[in-house]
């Protein structure tokens, strides 16, 4: 059995219908391209974020140094604020490991180009080239989800140089 013949009503409809379709494809097109781009600015800011909060853990780990150095010449008061500084220190560091931010581990003491900036080199023919002498700002990568791996701050470290 045949189709029967399309009156141009039904053609009339059928058109509307294919420029309908063809405006939705193209709307679910232009918010995929939002949606991504959206996605991009929020990856960007929350980067922005974590590394702000790593510089201040950089200055909870320098006041924490300095308060080890003269440990034994603090009063108690004295005593109770830096144990208070160490919780605060340790807490936003349990903050950056729940975000998914973790230190950068330096695989058998070596600086690698992948996760180090040398900052200044030093010569010791006892020690192979590229081993750490002092992590002078420990650096982070990201430890799970889509960024696994990647480098959020690159440590910067001194380094062994071999001479000549």
């Known amino acids: ?7 141009p009503a039904g053609e009339e409809a059928r058109a509307l219908l294919r420029e309908r379709l063809v405006a939705f494809q193209r709307r679910i097109a232009e918010l995929s391209a939002e949606l991504e781009r959206r996605d991009t600015e929020a990856t960007k800011e929350q980067e922005g974020l974590l590394l702000r909060l790593v510089e201040v853990l950089d200055g909870f780990e320098n006041l924490d140094e300095s308060i080890r150095k003269r440990e034994g010449e603090l009063d108690k008061p004295a005593r109770r604020l830096a144990h208070g500084v160490g919780l605060l220190q340790r807490k936003l560091q349990r ?4 975000s998914g931010v973790v230190p950068i ?3 058998e003491g070596l600086a690698s180009r992948e996760t180090c900036d040398v900052v ?3 010569p010791e023919p006892s020690r192979p080239d590229r081993t750490v002498l002092e992590v002078v700002r420990r650096g982070y990568r990201w430890a799970h989800g889509e960024r696994a791996g990647r480098i959020l ?3 910067e470290v001194i380094t062994v140089r071999s001479e000549g």
């Open 105 to 107: 581990e330096l695989e």
């Open 1 to 7: 059995m045949d189709d029967p013949p399309e009156t």
């Open 120 to 122: 200044e080199t030093r």
């Open 153 to 155: 701050r690159k440590a």
């Open 95 to 98: 903050v950056l490991e729940e």
